[in-house]
């Protein structure tokens, strides 16, 4: 009975300095907003064969970046419907892109000048989901697990100069893209505070998928892939309606 009315009383706090009114009425629908920031896998977790790995190890061919400035902003919407008292089913929607400039690591042009590439990566997640709110529609705070199935638009590119190790090193200018849609799981995590029109919150989300860029992408790697999986963190704000 104290617990019921330490929830209510959190429930009844976070709505007013939210400003989201009174109760939450039960089975509303809501269309989610969210703001996060999106973290690729690390060298470890990544799929056999990622090219960003292989560029890392390429010895003197190396090219010289971080894992982690693939990391971004991301943008995304969902709605989402309630499928009793305890479910709610997704739809959404999400957005990153990030440019990452590179060098060789173990060469330079004629004239001492490095050598350098834009390596760019652009996902699109759409999401189908389904998840469980512990303490129902009517509570005013909602924690809840979920996951699904996500299917990730991607386009990977490399542009600008590169060596060609098979001819001496020379050094031409080229452009490398690859795209495609790439389907796997999608897991989730998060609590909101859910007034009766407005409901705020965090959430955490992690996806799994690689896609294949083709022979002759221009990494010499037989059979190169480009790891989409990682984690967004992202603060989420929705409108709700009907009853």
Do not use: C
Not at 29 to 40: D, E, I, K, M, R
Not at 69 to 94: C, K
Not at 138 to 163: A, D, H, K, T
């Amino acid at each position: 009975m104290r617990r019921r009315r330490r929830l209510g009383l959190i429930a009844l706090l976070a709505g007013s300095a939210l400003g989201l009114g009174a109760q939450p009425a039960a089975a509303q629908q809501t269309f989610n907003f969210s703001l996060g920031y999106f973290t690729v896998r690390g060298e470890d977790a990544r799929v056999e064969g990622d090219i960003l790995n292989e560029h890392l190890g390429a010895g003197n061919a190396a090219l010289v970046f971080e894992m982690s400035d693939f990391n971004t902003a991301a943008v995304g919407a969902e709605w989402l419907v309630p499928l009793g008292q305890f479910l709610e089913a997704g739809a959404g929607i999400g957005f990153s892109r990030r440019t990452v400039p590179s060098v060789y690591e173990g060469f330079t042009d004629t004239d001492g000048s490095e050598i350098e590439q834009d390596l760019r990566l652009r996902r699109v997640p759409i999401d189908l989901t389904i998840r469980v709110l512990p303490l129902g529609q009517g509570s005013g705070v909602q924690p809840y697990l979920g996951g699904g199935l996500s299917v990730i638009n991607w386009r990977y590119s490399e542009s600008g100069e590169f060596v060609d190790f098979s001819r001496r090193n020379a050094i031409f200018r080229e452009q490398f893209v690859a795209s495609g849609s790439e389907t796997g799981p999608v897991i989730l995590g998060g609590i909101r505070f859910a007034g009766d029109s407005l409901s705020a919150g965090g959430e955490v989300r992690y996806h799994s998928a690689s896609g294949d860029l083709g022979t002759g992408f221009g990494s010499g790697i037989a059979d190169p892939k480009i790891d989409l999986g990682g984690w967004t963190y992202q603060f989420t704000i929705g409108v709700r309606f009907g009853r």
